[in-house]
C-alpha cells in the first residue's frame, strides 16, 4: 500500500521462524511466509488477503531486480494456492512497483502467475483514496487494485452481507407489470468494484507505526462476502495484523505472518485491544469525510 514514511526496523533473515504464538481465534508468528505456511496443512484456508511488499525499497523491504521480485512472489502465492480449501478466494492487494520514474502495475505481471495455478479472477477491485505522495513529473497515484481470484467455480460470495444503500431507494418501476413496486433493492445496491476507503495516514483512528497498513474496513468487507463465521483467514504479509483484527471482529480464525517483530507485536496487541472493546477502528459504512459539508458530512 502506498505511503512514504520510513520506520527503522529489525527484520528475521529470510527462512527463519521466531517462536510460535496463538490463542483460540489467531495464529500469528514472526517468521519469514514461505517458512510459517509451510507448517499448515493443505486446502485448511478459506480467504487469503494480502498486501505484499512492492519491492520499492521501504524500511521492511529488500529490494530487488523486478524478475527476482516476481519469482519470489511466484513462490508465495504457489503456497497460497496449495493452502486454499477448493471454494476458497485469494485478494492480492498491489499498487505500482516504481523504478527510474517508470511505473509497472504489478498486477499485469502477476496475473499469470495466478492463472499458472488455474486460478479465476472475479473482480479486479479498484481501492480509491485521496491521500499520497504527490507527484511533479505523473499524476499522483489515488488507486490501487485488489485482485479477487477463486480456486474453482464453486465459491462462497455473500453480497447481501455487503450491500450498502442505494442512491434512491425509494425509486419504484413507472410502468409495465412490476409498476408501483420498488426497482431497488430495499436492503441495499452491490457495492461495485471501485470502493473508496480512506488509506490509512496520520490522521486516521487506526494509524499505528507501520508505514502501509490496510484500513480494517476494507478486509471486513472481504471477509464478509467470502467467508462464513468459523473459517479460516490468512495473510502471509501481515504487517500489524490488519487482516487477523478483521476476521476476529467477525468471528472467523485469523493466521498470519511477517518478518519484523515490532509489527508482530504490535499485531498482538490490537488483537487483546479488539477483544476488550478498546481496538478503534473506522466503523464500515462511514461517509467519506467532505469538507464542504456541516462537520465534513460525520453528524
Ligand atoms: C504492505 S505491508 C502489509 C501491511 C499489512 N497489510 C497491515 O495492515 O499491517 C507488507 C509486510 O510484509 C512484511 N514482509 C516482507 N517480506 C516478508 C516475508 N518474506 N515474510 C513475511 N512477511 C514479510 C513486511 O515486514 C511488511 O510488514
Known sequence: MGGNSRALVQTLPFGEAAPHRSSADAVLECADNLAFMRSLPDASVKLIVTSPPYNIGKAYERRSPLEQYLEQQSAVIAECVRLLEPDGSICWQV??????????????????????????????????FEHGLHCSKRLSGRYETINWFTKSDEYSFNLDSIRVPSKYPAKKYFKGPKRGQLSCNPNGKNPGDVWIFPNVKNNHIEKTIHPCQFPVELVERLVLALTEPGDKVLDPYVGVGTTVIAAVK????????????????????????????????RPMGKPIYDPAKPYGGHR
Request: proline share 5%; net charge positive; hydrophobic share 40%.
Open 250 to 281: 467477525h468471528g472467523r480464525i485469523g493466521y498470519g505472518c511477517d518478518i519484523v517483530q515490532e509489527y508482530v507485536d504490535l499485531a498482538w496487541e490490537r488483537l487483546h485491544q479488539l477483544r476488550a472493546g478498546l481496538l478503534r477502528t
Open 95 to 128: 499498487g505500482n512497483h516504481v523504478a527510474a520514474g517508470e511505473i509497472v502495475p504489478l498486477d499485469v505481471p502477476l496475473y499469470p502467475i495466478f492463472k499458472s495455478h488455474g486460478m479465476r479472477l472475479r473482480n479486479r477491485i479498484v481501492w480509491h
